[in-house]
Structures are given as structure tokens and as C-alpha cells.
């Protein structure tokens, strides 16, 4: 079983920036995605950014180009750099964690195992 704790979340104005983390515990996989997700208010859950065993990262269309993933695989930390903030980013940002398959690329569908979520407002 995984635990993934995510923190780093809050307040901040548009074009501020905002650092999230999310720490992993439990059981590990060779081959993985991780990455993150948002929800806001009312809207069906988005993919934000993944990335996987490999480095590989992959971001959605929608972002403005401001968002950057990192990892830390001693710590088994995922990270999420969020700058250039606008009103449209608020929401609640979840960590994921999913098996891959050799080969595989990364997609929305991988997460098995979810984070409570933080909270993300962007004012204008």
C-alpha cells in the first residue's frame, strides 16, 4: 500500500508562484508515473503534469508553460513548481502514483494511488 502526502499549497496572486511537494511512503514500484492533478470548483478533475522512472515528463495542453515536475527519488518526492499563477490555476491539486509498463508512456489514466490534495487559490 502507498501513501502520498502532498503540502505547499495556499494563497497568492496572479503571477505569483507556488511550490508543491508530495512525499511517498509504503510500497514502491520499479516502474512508475507520478504526477498531478487538479480539480476545481464545480469541474471534472484535470491532468496537471506527470513524469516517471525514466524522467520523462509530460504536461498538459492547457498549462501556460510556467509549471515544472520534478522528483527526488531518494526521498521517493514528487514536486510541482507552479509559476506565472492566474485565477484560472486555483484549485485542489492532487499527487498520484500508478504502475507503468515497460514501455509505456504515461497518461491521465495511470493513478492508483491518490494524495488527499492541497489547495491552490490564485486571486487577481
Known amino acids: 500500500q502507498v501513501q502520498l502526502v502532498e503540502s505547499g499549497g495556499g494563497s497568492v496572486q496572479a503571477g505569483g508562484s507556488l511550490g508543491l511537494s508530495c512525499a511517498a511512503s509504503?510500497?514502491?514500484?520499479?516502474?512508475?508515473?507520478m504526477g498531478w492533478f487538479r480539480q476545481a470548483p464545480e469541474k471534472e478533475r484535470e491532468s496537471v503534469a506527470f513524469?516517471?522512472?525514466?524522467?520523462?515528463?509530460t504536461f498538459a495542453d492547457s498549462l501556460n508553460g510556467g509549471f515544472t515536475i520534478s522528483q527526488d527519488n531518494a526521498k521517493r518526492s514528487l514536486y510541482l513548481q507552479m509559476n506565472m499563477l492566474k485565477p484560472e490555476d486555483t484549485a485542489t491539486y492532487y499527487c498520484?502514483?500508478?504502475?507503468?509498463?515497460?514501455?509505456?508512456?504515461?497518461?491521465?489514466?495511470?493513478?492508483?494511488?491518490w494524495g488527499q490534495g492541497t489547495q491552490v487559490t490564485v486571486s487577481s
Open positions: 498520484a502514483l500508478g504502475t507503468r509498463r515497460s514501455g509505456a508512456y504515461c497518461n491521465g489514466a495511470f493513478a492508483k494511488d
Open positions: 513524469t516517471d522512472d525514466t524522467g520523462r515528463t
Open positions: 509504503g510500497s514502491s514500484y520499479s516502474r512508475y508515473c
